[in-house]
T-cell receptor, first 112, second 114 residues
């Protein structure tokens, strides 16, 4: 069974610091990796996706992928209180499936 | 990013009645849409995969006769909760994507069954 593991947190960082969120996955056939942000009471919002090994940067967000280690991470630079949310890691099911497997999420709190 | 809408955003119904939730892709066509359920402080749970023009695929433990899914067009999927009971009260969210893997979520529908 495909699994996506995340530290549930909460992860607390001071405002302006770098927040580092980690995710491991079990299926070596997975090709696409996603990070979603979910505010309390709201639906998830796609913030980053990465397909290739290495880093992908978008504004204050950097996704890092290491397929050999089956590890994907999200760095948030200059963290803001508005970044406080639950971050969900998602991995595709491979074999042409559109279905994603989600981790349980890491709750991030940015302290002003 | 792509836009997915849901209607209604919230609904209250009496036990034993049925509720229909709509999911629309506004600026792209989606042959596949997904329906999730999320209970408070819990993670997303995939309920079913909605396929345009064919039967939905349900996850293990999800009653297909209770949660009816119809994907009648490339931009619309509906989830009908039949004979709703208080334990069906939850946050129902659909997702769809314009590409092979990117999935965008609708804003969700909060269902309360009294």
């Amino acid at each position: 069974q495909k699994e996506v593991e995340q530290n549930s947190g909460p992860l607390s960082v001071p405002e302006g610091a770098i927040a580092s969120l980690n995710c491991t996955y079990s299926d070596r056939g997975s090709q696409s990796f996603f990070w979603y942000r979910q505010y309390s009471g709201k639906s998830p919002e796609l913030i980053m996706f990465i397909y290739s090994n290495g880093d992908k940067e978008d504004g204050r967000f950097t996704a890092q992928l290491n397929k050999a280690s089956q590890y994907v991470s999200l760095l948030i630079r200059d963290s803001q209180p508005s970044d406080s949310a639950t971050y969900l890691c998602a991995v595709d099911s491979g074999a042409g499936s559109y279905q994603l497997t989600f981790g349980k999420g890491t709750k991030l709190s940015v302290i002003p | 990013g792509a836009v997915v809408s849901q209607h209604p955003s919230w609904v209250i119904c009496k036990s034993g009645t049925s509720v229909k939730i709509e999911c629309r892709s506004l600026d792209f066509q989606a042959t596949t849409m997904f329906w999730y359920r999320q209970f408070p402080k819990q993670s997303l749970m995939l309920m079913a995969t909605s396929n345009e023009g064919s039967k939905a695929t349900y996850e293990q433990g999800v009653e297909k006769d209770k949660f009816l899914i119809n994907h009648a067009s490339l931009t619309l999927s509906t989830l009908t909760v039949t004979s709703a009971h208080p334990e069906d009260s939850s946050f129902y969210i659909c997702s769809a994507g314009p590409g092979a893997y990117e999935q965008y979520f609708g804003p969700g529908t909060r269902l309360t069954v009294t």
